[in-house]
Structures are given as C-alpha cells and as structure tokens.
C-alpha cells in the first residue's frame, strides 16, 4: 500500500512553524509496512486543497492529511474531503459532548456555536475522538481510496493517530518495513578513505542496487550511516532478511571500522 502525506497550513508554507507531523507521520508508515512516495504541503485554500487531493490519489492509495479541522473560516480541510468524497458534513453528537466536558473541565468554558464547526463530520466516515483536544479526526473509505483526516497539532494528533490509526493501518498492511543502521567510526577515528559516504558506497557496489532488502549510505558529520531496510510479512521475517546482508557488509567494510549496529525504532 502506498500513501501520501498532505501537510495543510499557510503558516507551514510561510515557515511559522516546522512540520515536525510529516515527519512523525512518515515514520509510522513504515513502520506499519507502508510506503511513501511523496510529501506535499498546501496552504489553507480550498482550489489548492482539492487539487493537493485529487494529486495524490493518482499515485497513492491512501492520503494522510493534517491540519484545517479548527474552527474559523479558513479551516476548511474537512469540507474539501467531503466535497471530493460526495458526502455531506453532519454534526457527531459524542464529539460535541467531548467538546463540552473539555472546554468545562480545561477553560471553565461553555461551548459556543463556532466552535461546534469541528465537530461536523462527512456522513459514513469513521470517527476519531479527540481525547487531548477539540476537533476529532475521521478515515474515509470508498472503494479503493483511504483518506485519513488528523488534527494539526502535534499533541493532539500523534495520540489520536497511536489510538486510531496505526492499529488500523497495521491490518490494512498485512506487512512491516524494518530496518537495521550500522554506524561507522567517525572522521577522527578512522580514515576519511574508510568511513566516507563515496568511498563506502564505491565498496559496496552491487548491493546498492538491491530493491528488498534495500541498502542505503548517509553522510554523518560524524561519519557515515548505512541503513538496510526490508519489506516481510512480520518484524521475525524481515530480521531473517537484513541480518545476512549486515554480516556481509560487515564483512565487506571490515569489523573495526564499525562503532555500533541497531534495529532502528
């Protein structure tokens, strides 16, 4: 399954703020055994929106979209996925009632009539309650096309997507992406000639060239990185994968050139 990543605020595009969700969320996915293949980010405009949308899913199955479900005008995010999706926003009853325990035990507040915007919802879309917020998020599904809606926030969305979505994405999965970091010796240890990206990735040659398991090098200020990473049907199986190939590249670089190898998390 492959799915992309759609980052949605004006003050990301400005850079107000960093998008520490897209890295979040990218993670996860692989974790979860899903691939993505493109990262977009997309002002608080409706066109623009629609088309970021109607984009992705040309290449992508899934689109993982946040920001946009607050409430003032140009939140506007959940409207477009209605609009796309053909269905209409209806007002979900438990997310109004989670609203206003929040806003009473939080602000001492009641809740007012703009602020039950964010609890409006497409019809037949899952709901996602908000238990470290207001506005819930939603999965909608329709035929082969999966839009997952999150808050922006990044205290808000990453619980609601460890509740909700990743359980979810697991078993829509039905694989794991892992992968296994072997550090080199940093630059004062050990001879640029043996530790730097060009020269290591001229060793490996071939094994580069390898689609699963995957080899990868990465430029360190301490050195160099060399990522290997497998698609299985379970972590036991992708283990199986990538160890055989860490003994060679072990073997191929030489033992004392290499400070540390881990599972990355």
Not at 148 to 170: D, N, W
């Amino acid at each position: 399954m492959i799915a992309e990543i759609i980052s949605v605020g004006t003050e990301i595009l400005l850079g107000n703020i960093l998008n520490t969700n897209a890295r979040y969320l990218a993670g996860k996915l692989a974790s979860a055994g899903i691939e993505v293949h493109f990262q977009t980010v997309v002002g608080d405009n409706p066109s623009r929106i629609m088309d970021a949308v109607k984009i992705a899913y040309t290449r992508a199955d899934m689109v993982i979209m946040t920001g946009g479900l607050g409430p003032t005008k140009d939140d506007i995010t959940k409207e477009m996925l209605a609009e796309y999706f053909h269905s209409s926003l209806v007002y979900d009853e438990t997310a109004i009632s989670m609203m206003e325990e929040t806003l009473q035990r939080t602000r001492k507040e009641s809740l007012l009539q703009s602020l039950k915007k964010q609890a409006l919802v497409p019809e037949n879309a899952k709901v996602l309650y908000n238990h470290h917020g207001l506005a819930p998020g939603i999965i909608m599904e329709d035929e082969d096309k999966i839009c997952i809606l999150l808050p922006g926030p990044p205290k808000e969305m990453e619980p609601m997507f460890e509740e909700y979505c990743f359980p979810y994405l697991v078993e829509k999965s039905h694989q794991v992406l892992v992968s296994l970091n072997i550090k080199l010796l940093d630059f004062d240890h050990a001879p640029v000639i043996k530790v730097g990206e060009a020269p290591v990735a001229d060793v490996l040659g071939d094994l580069l060239d390898s689609q699963n398991p995957t080899v990868a090098t990465y430029a360190k200020d301490d050195g160099c990185l060399i990522r290997l990473t497998a698609l299985a049907a379970d972590r036991k199986a992708a283990l199986a994968m990538l160890y055989p190939l860490a003994e060679k590249i072990r073997s191929i670089i030489g033992t004392e050139y290499i400070n540390y190898m881990e599972e990355e998390e």
